[in-house]
């Protein structure tokens, strides 16, 4: 083991879209990451798709030759994350699952491990409030794909510890991420600007203003939107972001959050986007 394996072991808690995505960059980083999901399924394809994403990420030159990636275990419980030096939980958008499992890995860590969540909607303090030290509980917000955006939005609850920031912040730069600190609020910043917009332009489609290649192609050519917001919600995952806008507009009351009703619909039809197959988009792979 070298210096910064030894110092820096991630238990990273939900293999979907943003575990899978927060281990690959970890492990491109070269750390050790358990990588724990309740369903071995689940864990078995996050598997073969990170050894995807690291092929991917070694062809587009972001591994260097002379690194090696760090180890990868999986796991179906959270004993093993006993060991960890900081805990990252990415599971379902659902503040009853997230305070589940982070007041069960509060029990299990050594005091002074921060314990993350990369909720996208839920406020930090709500879930530091489940956890045997709040103040080790604190938010981040990896965009996806973490190993290509750089910038990761750090949210600090009311109770947060100045030892947790300043060991998340440790861990961010061994992964080669700026973190940008903000208050915590439901949605923080990302989330609170960029799901009402995209249930904005789904609301679009709805009303039949325009199509779905419509509203990206002039949300990207004539706004400089990267993807186009129906092109983000399939990568987001539309169920993800059908849960993160209710967490919003339960908190905030603002109408703009209520999801509308395609995006309900694509939910009931298993139209989550990029990772079933199909969304707004089809996808082959
Ligand atoms: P996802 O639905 O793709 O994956 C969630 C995973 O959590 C599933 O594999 C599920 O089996 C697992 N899980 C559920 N309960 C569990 C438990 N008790 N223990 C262990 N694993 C459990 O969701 P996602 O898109 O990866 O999102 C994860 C978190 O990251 C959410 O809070 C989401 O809001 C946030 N987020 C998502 C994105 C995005 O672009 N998808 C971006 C930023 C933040």
Redesign the pocket.
């Known amino acids: 083991m070298d210096t910064e394996t030894d110092e820096h072991r991630l238990a990273v ?7 899978v995505g927060i281990t690959t960059l970890a492990l491109l980083r070269g750390l050790p990451v358990l990588l ?4 071995e399924p ?1 864990l078995e394809r996050a598997r073969d798709q990170i050894a995807g994403e690291l092929r991917m990420a070694q062809l587009m030159g972001r591994l260097a030759a002379d690194t090696a990636t760090g180890p990868l275990t999986t796991a179906t419980t959270l004993a093993g994350a006993a060991d960890a030096t900081l805990v990252i939980e ?4 659902d503040l009853g ?2 305070a ?2 982070l007041a069960e890995v509060s029990a299990l860590t050594r005091p002074g491990t921060p314990l993350v969540s ?4 839920i406020p930090i303090d709500e879930l530091a409030g489940v956890a045997q030290r709040p103040g080790e509980v604190v938010g981040t ?4 794909p973490p190993y290509l955006i750089r910038t990761v939005e750090v949210i600090r609850g009311v109770r947060t510890a100045e030892a947790t920031m300043e060991s998340l912040a440790a861990t961010l730069a061994a992964l080669g991420q700026e973190p940008i600190v903000v208050k915590d609020a439901p949605g923080f910043v990302t989330s609170r600007v960029l799901h009402p917009m995209i249930n904005d332009a789904a609301r679009i489609v709805q009303e039949g203003t325009a199509g779905v290649e419509a509203v990206d192609t002039l949300m990207e050519n004539c706004l400089g939107h990267r993807t186009g917001p129906l092109r983000t919600a399939d ?3 539309i ?2 972001l059908v ?2 806008l209710q967490v919003l507009f339960e908190r905030t009351g603002d109408e703009g959050c209520r999801p509308c009703d395609l995006l309900l619909e694509k939910v009931r039809q298993g139209h989550h986007g990029r ?1 079933s197959g199909r969304g707004f988009y089809t996808y082959t792979h």
């Not at 808690?13 to 575990?19: H, K, L, S």
Request: proline share 0%; glycine share 12%; net charge negative.
């Open positions: 808690v939900g293999a979907g879209v943003m575990g724990v999901d309740v369903d689940v990415a599971t379902t958008e699952v997230k589940k499992v990369n909720t996208s909607s917000h990896f965009m996806n990568l987001i995952g169920d993800n849960d993160s990772k």
